[in-house]
């Protein structure tokens, strides 16, 4: 059956930019740096996610910062690399391979974070207006209702319509398929929301 988007020798490169955009979103900085830190395992410890939230479940601020520098990072340097190198449509694809190797890394058995720390980072490359509007709705939730999982499912409930009404189409189904993937990593703080038992954000160290 012949390829829908065209010859291989024309889509490789498509191909390439999911793949590279994966590869560097699957690099599991939350896991990396608090094993480098002597600590026990993230996943062994609140929501067992990778990310930032999770890693300031610990009580070490200053890793927590830096895992979601790191994620929101990678998220942005596949998009500016790509939109340097080639053009939006391979930046488009590089940042759908980039969160879903932060949310399902073939390194962690393909169970890895939330994708919220990223998906920022991929917004503020892509387009910064809408990255920042991003991330103000994060903070004002997050301060108001101190619910990090509520903010992330506000904001990213909220982007792609604005996306849409601000940028373009194409921007509008990026933000689309980040909302999806990311609201569907949350399904189990969405559960603990409804039951009123989702943790708020404190910095205080848990153990289990």
């Not at 480098?36 to 993230?42: C, T």
């Not at 996610?49 to 890793?63: C, D, H, P, Y």
């Not at 910064?128 to 997050?142: H, K, Q």
């Amino acid at each position: 059956m012949p390829d829908p988007l065209g010859d291989l020798s024309y889509t490789w490169p498509f191909y390439a930019a999911v793949l590279l955009g994966y590869l560097v979103g699957s690099i599991p900085f939350g896991l990396v740096l608090t094993k480098l830190a002597g600590l026990q395992d993230i996943r062994s410890i609140g929501s067992g996610s990778i990310g930032a939230t999770n890693v300031l479940r610990t009580g070490k601020k200053g890793l927590a910062l830096a895992t979601l520098l790191l994620d929101g990072s990678k998220g942005a340097a596949v998009v500016l690399i790509a939109n340097h190198l080639y053009t939006v449509d391979y930046a488009v694809l590089a940042a759908g391979g980039a969160l879903i190797g932060h949310c399902f890394p073939i390194w962690l058995k393909f169970i890895g974070g939330k994708g919220v720390a990223t998906g920022l980072g991929i917004l503020l490359a892509a387009t910064p207006l809408i990255g920042l509007i991003a991330c103000l709705i994060w903070l004002a939730v997050a301060m108001l209702f101190r619910y990090s999982s509520l903010s992330a499912l506000i904001t990213f409930a909220a982007i792609p319509f604005a996306t849409y009404y601000l940028v373009d189409i194409q921007h509008a189904e990026l933000a689309g398929f980040l909302a999806v993937v990311i609201w569907l990593r949350h399904y189990e703080n969405i559960r603990r929301l409804l039951k009123g038992k989702e943790s708020k954000i404190t910095g205080k160290k848990i153990s289990n």
